[in-house]
T-cell receptor, first 116, second 111 residues
Framework: SQTIHQWPATLVQPVGSPLSLECTVEGTSNPNLYWYRQAAGRGLQLLFYSVGIGQISSEVPQNLSASRPQDRQFILSSKKLLLSDSGFYLC???????????????FGAGSRLTVL | TQLLEQSPQFLSIQEGENLTVYCNSSSVFSSLQWYRQEPGEGPVLLVTVVTGGEVKKLKRLTFQFGDARKDSSLHITAAQPGDTGLYLCAGVRGSQGNLIFGKGTKLSVKP
């Protein structure tokens, strides 16, 4: 069965410090990978998605970047955190089959980031 | 502009009551999904609806996709405290588009 791991679960960082959140998927090959941010009252915002190694698409301009160094590894990074980067970050994967209803997401448990 | 509007935003009811939450849009979706999220965890898929007018049942939960594939509803019969959580709808435009999420309905079921 497929599993998704995301870490760290909780992070408190000062403004201006770097960030690295990691996500790995097991039990599947060539998944689509996603990073979402969930802020109170704003719902789930798609930040980045990847359809393959080294292929990253950004949905919104921001202080963050993403990388996919291996097929089942997705990393969210920042060189200098801002207060507005605080939030709940969710990694997710979906299969690559292309038919209606197939784009189902399986989410990790999330990473709570507080920037002080 | 929010593409998918969910209502109500908050709902607090007593155990045993019935409820309906809505997910509305002016756009057509090829499919629509419902997720439930508990505090501090990631959302978990409940159901996917693909065909206009489709109705799916999951125990006490009934999901309906509108005939025009622009809206959906979730009805819970005899709610239980275990139903408490954030209910999110998400739509896909086209066969390969990314999911677009609503802001969710936060449900609290009191014993």
């Amino acid at each position: 069965s497929q599993t998704i791991h995301q870490w760290p679960a909780t992070l408190v960082q000062p403004v201006g410090s770097p960030l690295s959140l990691e996500c790995t998927v097991e039990g599947t090959s060539n998944p689509n990978l996603y990073w979402y941010r969930q802020a109170a009252g704003r719902g789930l915002q798609l930040l980045f998605y990847s359809v393959g190694i080294g292929q990253i698409s950004s949905e919104v301009p921001q202080n963050l970047s993403a990388s996919r160094p291996q097929d089942r590894q997705f990393i969210l990074s920042s060189k200098k955190l801002l207060l507005s980067d605080s939030g709940f970050y969710l990694c997710a994967w979906s299969p690559t089959v292309q038919y209606p209803g197939a784009n189902v997401l399986t989410f990790g448990a999330g990473s709570r980031l507080t920037v002080l | 502009t929010q593409l998918l509007e969910q209502s109500p935003q908050f709902l607090s009811i007593q155990e045993g009551e019935n409820l309906t939450v809505y997910c509305n849009s002016s756009s057509v979706f090829s499919s629509l999904q419902w997720y439930r999220q508990e505090p501090g965890e990631g959302p978990v898929l409940l159901v996917t609806v693909v065909t206009g007018g489709e109705v799916k049942k999951l125990k006490r939960l009934t999901f309906q996709f509108g005939d025009a594939r622009k809206d959906s509803s979730l009805h819970i019969t005899a709610a239980q405290p275990g139903d408490t959580g954030l209910y999110l709808c998400a739509g896909v435009r086209g066969s390969q588009g990314n999911l677009i999420f609503g802001k969710g309905t936060k449900l609290s079921v009191k014993p």
